[in-house]
């Protein structure tokens, strides 16, 4: 039978991340103990926030040197934890900080990796579910070598409910840093405007090219476009995406939002978010677009074209109407409410 670890960095405050605990509602699912693995600056909140979700034992590596991400510190911790677990599987949050170094971490303990894991499934033994060419193919997979990493994508399973229960039990792990080269000087962020990037919001609204397109009075009036789609995002708290026509215009030298970068592209060479709801809007559908929108469970489009992309299954409802006069109307009620 194989042995489990959830592992994970810290949160700057010392508790563990939102994403580990999504991961440990995956790795509950293949119904072995499950031990827990943290590090980081400091651990302290860790316990707590593991209280009541079954996890029997806390190995934890904290330090100043584990408090900011770094190659060489992140590799050391994790691999040290890992081996005092002695498990066979280890489950990680795909967060940046530990999708950076757990493929590091996996040839250091001699096993084997797998990323942007979705499901796991006990099947007598650990089944890794993942998709494929851009979440076009869904494949389950198993493997004989171990330790066998997992780093499960964040938003694919809900935090475990605490169900009551003590705290685990603490046992620090000795790690000695390895002489870094790498000093962190602080953070830059990739946008310079509003930040519209939301992954918790409960909707994401897509903009298309068509917000910038001559519109059927012959003119484009891109800033009524910019002033609808921050209105609504202001009013409803909702997450923006883009189609990849949009976000490419920067190239061209037309006319683009400037809350609006790459980061926001939703698609096969762009993103695949996860919110509940979606409404596209002056976007035409196209399979490489929609193709970001697998787990976005309930979709609404709004285009001129009833025979647009949208209408061929592609959305639940398609409002075949004006975007701009639709936009305007939902901020006004929004306003009012
Ligand atoms: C290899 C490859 C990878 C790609 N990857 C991606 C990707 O990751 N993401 C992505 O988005 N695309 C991707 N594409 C591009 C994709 O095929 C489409 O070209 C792109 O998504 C089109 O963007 P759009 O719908 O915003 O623009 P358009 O195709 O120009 O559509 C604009 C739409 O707006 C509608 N419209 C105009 N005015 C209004 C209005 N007032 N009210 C309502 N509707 C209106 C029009 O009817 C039209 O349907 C990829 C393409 C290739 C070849």
Redesign the pocket.
Known sequence: MDTLLLLTHAEADGAVPKAALEALSAAKALGAPITAGVFGGSVEKAAASLAGTGVAKLLTASGAAFAEPRYATDAAAATALAKASGATVVVCPATSRMVRVMAGVAQRLGGRIDTHVTQLVNEGGPAAVRWYYRQRIEAKLKRKERPWVLLVDPGAYPAPKPEGGAAPAVEAVAVTAPAARTTVSGFRAPSSGEQTIRPEAKLLLVA???WT?K?PDGKANPEKAEQLILGFLRASGASLGS????VDQAGEGQKVFEFMSHLN??????ATPRHPKGLA????G?E??VV?WRFIRERRA????PN?GWARGKADVLYVA???AVMEKVNALLGAK
């Open positions: 298309g090219a068509g397109k519109q189609s990849k026509s949009l592209q939703v698609g096969q060479t762009g809007t002056c976007c035409h196209e490489p677009h970001g709004v285009n001129l074209d647009c004006d975007a701009f």
